[in-house]
């Protein structure tokens, strides 16, 4: 074989490895490649709710690369490209949204140019709720509002309502004032705009309300209101709220101690067991056996239809009233002491 024929094979078998080595190499690397693809896609599995703010003053490659950082949409580039060609690049709307990875560009547009969820809490008072319940209600139900925060909102100074004075003299409680119903609450509310917000209800159920019947019989409207809470306390039957309330009326009339125990068991916070005879003996205004009139405040935060009844009595004279069924807690009404004594040996459960 001449040299230069050694020379060609030689070149030729270099050639060729150098193929094999290309083609060895190129294998190599595409089969990595699919690899590491194969590895990103199983890492990002699609479906998985995670939360992103939007916050004020940023851009849409901003928010194009954060939704690609958290894996909500594949490409940051084409979504920004997206959602200008749909003509929706300045119609972000900041705030938190929850949104699920490996979502359609086209699903979260339409979420984060309608705006973040709403969140509201409700906060539920039923009607005869005392401040104190109230209070709890709230921090238990409300979990952004200190407490702290809310003993200093339930403080009366902190408001100038008119109804806040009585004859001038400017009333030492909220109690009565704060409006029984379910209330919608922003997270963003402080404990003393929830406050405000009972109380505004509160003026506006009773500021169409009619008192001059009251006003005649030389009633305020803080003393209608404590009239109404022992209504609310004394009567379980709709029907009977007026009745409660002539029995009030009428004993008010000829200066006789109301005898409504549940004034008492305000004062004492005791209203899980029965008032012993050393506690009806307890010297404090609040006790309307020993002392005629009514006590010096609410007892509670009363509804409504029983500031209503206590605008507008039965034209009945009943002085005494006491429970025949413990069950209904259905009461029966009499004029006399006698009839009433009757009403009381008839069932084993007295007012």
């Known amino acids: 074989m001449s040299i230069k024929k050694k020379k060609l094979s030689k ?6 490895c150098v193929f094999l ?11 990595k490649s699919e690899k590491n693809i194969k590895t990103a896609e199983s890492e990002t599995q699609k479906g998985i709710d995670t939360e992103i703010e939007i916050k004020e003053g940023m ?27 749909q003509g929706l690049e300045t119609k972000l709307i900041p705030g938190k949204y929850n949104l699920k990875t490996g979502s359609e560009y086209k699903e979260i547009l339409d ?42 909102a339930l403080k009366v100074e902190g408001y ?27 997270p963003q509310y402080s404990a003393k705009n929830i406050v405000e917000m009972l109380l505004s209800q509160y003026q506006f159920e009773t500021s169409s309300l009619d008192y001059k019947y009251a006003a005649g019989e030389n009633l305020t409207p803080y003393d ?46 005791k209203w899980d067991e029965p008032l012993t005879e050393s506690d009806l003996k307890t010297d404090t205004l609040f006790n309307t056996r020993i002392y005629a009139g009514l006590p010096p405040t609410p007892i509670c935060n009363p509804g409504l239809e029983s500031i209503k009844a206590s605008l507008n009595p039965a034209d009945v004279d009943y002085l005494y009233y006491v429970i025949t069924d413990p069950v209904s807690h259905k009461h029966a009404f009499s004029k006399t002491l006698q009839e009433h004594n009757e009403n009381i040996n008839s069932t084993t459960t007295s007012k």
């Not at 851009?59 to 060609?85: C, G, H, M, R």
């Not at 806040?164 to 004032?177: A, N």
Request: glycine share 4%; hydrophobic share 50%; charged share 25%.
């Open 111 to 152: 979420v984060i140019t309608s705006g973040p969820e709403i969140v509201t809490f409700k906060l539920a008072i039923p009607e005869g709720f005392m401040v104190k319940q109230i209070s709890e209600r709230i921090i238990q139900e409300l979990p952004f509002i200190d407490s702290a925060d809310l003993e200093n």
């Open 224 to 269: 209608i209101l404590k009239i109404a809470s022992m209504i609310e306390k004394e009567a379980y039957i709709p029907e009977e709220r007026t009745l409660i309330s002539a029995v009030i009326y009428n004993r008010l009339k000829i200066d006789m101690a109301l005898g409504i125990d549940a004034t008492l068991t305000y004062f004492l916070d």
């Open 21 to 31: 080595c290309a083609c060895f190499v190129f294998f190599a690397c595409n089969s």
């Open 160 to 186: 100038g309502y008119e109804f806040l004075k009585d004859k001038e003299i400017p009333v030492e409680s909220l109690e009565g004032f704060l409006f029984p119903k379910t209330y919608e609450i922003l």
């Open 59 to 85: 851009n849409l490659t901003q928010i194009s690369e954060l939704l690609e950082e958290k894996q909500i949409v594949d490409s940051a580039l084409f979504f920004k490209i997206y959602a200008k060609e």
């Open 11 to 16: 070149f030729l078998i270099l050639v060729i």
